[in-house]
């Protein structure tokens, strides 16, 4: 998730290293099972360890494995070919100390929470430490203005989210924006404009592909992004009010 016309390489900012005991290693089959299930090379980057595809979505080994276990989905717009599973019903989502200094990321992350709250969904979000919880999301700093996380894996949303400090010195609707775009990631939700990146973030066309999880069309959204049609654009405008759109708010009912 990245503000408009932002240079989108530099703006991922510090990321964290992937996991495993030895990253290299892990990192070179994920690369190699992506370009087997036709991801272009130069949609595929690693930055700090860890391998990132579509410029924000984290891809883990597991979840590349499982991606030529099952082959490709459609090439067309906004889930993955993975969601979450039904044993999963209450997401809890902690920030770490870090995040918790910064105000209007804080506020930001409790109002992304209360716009999935507000839709009724059978998985409900709340901000932990607290109980109940049958899922595990920790919200942490990164360097920059925009987001990171990465897709569902096993039934089981991404872990991580990860917000750029630089937010803070910007209004609490984008922050509640980008925490409601990264946690829509977590869910399964691809960028609406992923076919043209230029629709949301101007410059050049920019096609994601299948990005390795899949890109399929959600029944009822429209089959073309338009600029503000969506949260799950790619890039944010500096005006957005952080909420869901109606297109949204149907793709989330239909996943959930």
């Not at 019903?89 to 507000?118: E, M, W």
């Not at 989210?161 to 910007?170: D, E």
């Not at 980008?178 to 990146?197: A, I, K, W």
């Not at 994601?208 to 405008?237: D, F, H, K, Q, R």
């Amino acid at each position: 998730m990245f503000k408009r016309a932002a240079v989108l390489v530099v703006s991922c900012g510090a990321l964290f290293a992937g996991c495993g005991t030895d990253p290299h290693i892990e990192n070179e089959e994920i690369i190699s099972n992506l370009m087997e299930a036709g991801i272009p090379a130069d949609d595929i980057m690693v930055v700090d360890g860890a391998v990132y595809v579509g410029r924000d979505a984290h891809v883990s080994l597991e979840a590349s494995r499982e991606l030529l276990q099952r082959g490709e989905g459609s090439e067309e717009l906004y889930m993955t070919t993975n969601r979450v599973g039904t044993s999963v019903t209450k997401i809890c989502v902690n920030p770490t100390a870090t995040f918790n200094t910064y105000t209007r990321l804080s506020q930001g992350l409790d109002l992304a929470l209360g716009n999935y709250n507000a839709l009724g969904l059978r998985i409900t979000f709340a901000r932990g430490p607290t109980t109940g919880c049958t899922a595990n999301i920790t919200a942490q700093t990164m360097a920059g203005t925009g987001g990171s996380s990465g897709f569902p894996s096993g039934g089981r949303p991404y872990g991580t989210i990860n917000i750029g400090t630089g937010l803070n010195s910007l209004s609490v609707d984008v922050n509640e924006h980008v925490v409601t775009h990264e946690l829509g990631h977590t869910l399964g939700l691809r960028h609406t404009d992923f076919y043209d990146r230029s629709i949301s973030c101007g410059g050049a066309p920019t096609n994601e592909g299948t990005a390795g999880v899949g890109a399929v069309l959600i029944p009822g959204t429209p089959t073309t992004a338009t600029p503000g049609g969506s949260i799950m654009n790619s890039c944010y405008p500096p005006d957005t009010d952080g909420e869901f759109t109606s297109s949204d708010r149907t793709a989330l009912n239909y996943l959930y």
